[in-house]
């Protein structure tokens, strides 16, 4: 079964980077959307980005600051932040879902598409 393992959170301050690494095992990354989601306290998880072997989406709140990227043979996603804002603060998820021809990428992008999920990893953001 597929395994997924998060790293690389951390406490930043306002308008720094983070690098978040999603390892996976136990499958192949070929048949699967990965994606990014986070949760702050109070508050819903919601998805950031997420991608396919050909296509991205991102969120509204993310786009221009956030790139993800995938390596099928490394079985690994990548997750750049820059210009982070105190109100990236969250924990974040790394999701696997298998592909589904009727929906694109961004549709996909929501947490009840996703059946795989990582233990999460924390991003703390200072003003």
């Known amino acids: 079964q597929l395994q997924l393992v998060e790293s690389g959170g951390g406490l930043v301050q306002s308008g720094g980077s983070l690098r978040l690494s999603c390892a996976a095992s136990?499958?192949?990354?070929?048949?699967?959307?990965i994606g990014w989601f986070r949760q702050a306290p109070g508050k819903e998880r919601e998805g950031v980005s997420c991608?396919?072997?050909?296509?991205?989406t991102y969120a509204d709140s993310v786009k221009g600051r956030f790139t993800i990227s995938r390596d099928n043979a490394k079985k690994t996603v990548i997750l750049e932040m820059n210009s982070l804002k105190p109100e990236d603060t969250a924990v974040y998820y790394c999701?696997?879902?298998?592909?589904?021809?009727?929906?694109?990428?961004?549709?996909?992008?929501?947490?009840?598409?996703?059946?795989?999920w990582g233990q999460g990893t924390q991003v703390t953001v200072s003003s």
């Open positions: 991608i396919s072997d050909s296509s991205t």
């Open positions: 999701a696997a879902g298998f592909v589904r021809l009727d929906l694109t990428v961004q549709a996909m992008c929501v947490v009840t598409h996703f059946p795989f």
């Open positions: 136990g499958s192949t990354l070929d048949y699967y959307v």
